[in-house]
């Protein structure tokens, strides 16, 4: 054989590599049926872009969005503003199946009354709101593990193969930030404290149940409320939005925290 003739095979074979190794890169990514449950953090209410006009306010901003479209996944997004344990387990886990190779979830915020935590610290000064997030990390303590592991195994037995992911929740406050206004620094102190309590039980619950734990917390750090570049909103309008990550907080804090959870 010629040094030409040679040659030519040899491009012809990697070539044909070439176009094997992008189908199966191809094949690998449609592969990843992916179904993003959860509340609001997950759907990406603060995030802006959103996809239809339904109060669940499902962002294209949001974390499942970014990773469907950055890998090429299949993205089911049941996400939903105000959801909790029972909303996922009535309205969520239908879209699971035995074909399902990834979830994500947050859940557990609003079953422990945030919104009305907040509104208890906001109105009530420090003594109120230590009182609300008391009685918030009591009922996360007590009842919360409960809701979560009948959550979380409906999820294990609707889709048994999958991978679940389960993100926690931020700091909302840089404490001695530089907010000179709203809420005292006790309080803001007595609000992330609520915040660890529902890691901490979410974290138990998603390791019980073999779920993978990814904690958003070092990520936001440095871009809580009253930091210099927060990455979370404070009262804002519309109001659903306050207290919720914005597309930044998405796109920096919950997805590199979700893909280094994969």
């Known amino acids: 054989m010629s040094v ?23 094949a690998d990514a449609a592969a990843v049926n992916y179904v993003a449950l959860g509340d609001s953090y997950s759907s990406g ?23 469907a479209n950055a890998k090429g996944a299949s993205l089911s997004f049941q996400a939903c503003s105000g959801a909790k344990t029972s909303d996922v387990i009535n309205n969520q886990v239908g879209a699971l199946s035995s074909s399902t190779s990834l979830v994500s ?21 420090d003594s109120g709101c230590k009182t609300a997030v008391d009685n918030a990390v009591n009922y996360v303590d007590t009842t919360l593990p409960g809701l979560l592991d009948t959550t979380y195994r ?12 389960v993100l926690g929740y931020p700091h909302f406050y840089k404490i001695g930030g530089s907010c000179s206004v709203g809420l005292s620094d006790t309080s803001r102190g007595y609000i992330n404290g609520g915040a660890d309590a529902l890691d901490t039980v ?18 936001f750090t440095g871009h809580e409320i009253c930091s210099s ?9 519309p109001v659903d939005e306050s207290y919720h990550p914005t597309a930044t907080g998405q796109a920096s804090g919950y997805y590199p925290t979700f893909t280094g959870a994969l």
């Open 4 to 26: 030409r003739a040679a040659v030519r095979s040899l491009i012809v074979v990697v070539a044909a590599l070439l176009a094997t190794l992008g189908l199966t890169a191809a």
């Open 45 to 67: 209410v603060g995030a802006g872009s959103y996809l239809d006009s339904s109060s669940c306010k499902r962002s294209a901003n949001a974390y499942p969005e970014l990773y």
């Open 105 to 125: 979830i947050t859940v557990g915020g609003n079953d422990a009354g945030f919104s009305s935590v907040m509104e208890n610290c906001i109105l009530g000064g």
């Open 154 to 165: 409906t999820i294990r037995g609707k889709a048994p193969s999958a991978k679940v992911v």
């Open 202 to 219: 979410i974290a138990k619950e998603a390791a019980n149940a073999g779920f993978t734990f990814a904690d958003v917390r070092s990520a």
């Open 229 to 237: 570049s927060p990455w979370l909103h404070s009262v804002t309008w």
